[in-house]
C-alpha cells in the first residue's frame, strides 16, 4: 500500500484545493481516495516533514512534483497547474500509478 501524506500549516489559504486535486487523482487513477494529513506546526509532527511548505503532497515520502524539500515553512505555489494552489493533477496522476 503506497503512504501518500498532506503536509500543510494552519491558515494555509490552498489546503483545501490540495485536498481537491487528490480526491480528483484518486477518481482519475480508479483508486480509493486515501491519505494523511500532518500539520508540519504541530509538536508531534516527524521531524522528516519540517521545511515542506505548504501544501505538500508526499507519495512514499517523495514530493509529487519532485521538487527538494525547502529551507522551512511557507505557502506553496505550483506551476502549470490548472487548480491554483494545488499540484498539478497530471503530477498526481502520474505519481500514484507509479
Same mark, same amino acid.
Given at each position: 500500500m503506497r503512504r501518500i501524506e498532506l503536509?500543510?500549516?494552519p491558515g494555509c489559504p490552498h489546503v483545501?484545493?490540495?485536498? @481537491?486535486?487528490?480526491?480528483?487523482?484518486?477518481? *482519475?487513477t480508479g483508486l480509493e481516495a486515501s491519505w !494523511?494529513?500532518?500539520?508540519?506546526?504541530?509538536p508531534n509532527a516527524?521531524?522528516?516533514f519540517q521545511g515542506y511548505g505548504s501544501p505538500t503532497i508526499l507519495i512514499d515520502g517523495v514530493?509529487? @512534483?519532485?521538487a527538494p524539500k525547502g529551507e522551512g *515553512?511557507?505557502?506553496?505555489?505550483?506551476?502549470? !497547474?490548472d487548480l491554483p494552489g494545488a499540484p498539478p493533477l497530471a503530477d498526481l496522476v502520474?505519481?500514484?500509478k507509479h
Open positions: 503536509l500543510y500549516f483545501e484545493a490540495a485536498r @481537491t486535486q487528490l480526491r480528483r487523482a484518486f477518481e *482519475a !494523511t494529513e500532518h500539520d508540519v506546526t504541530s516527524p521531524a522528516a514530493d509529487v @512534483t519532485g *515553512a511557507s505557502c506553496r505555489l505550483y506551476v502549470g !497547474t502520474r505519481a500514484l
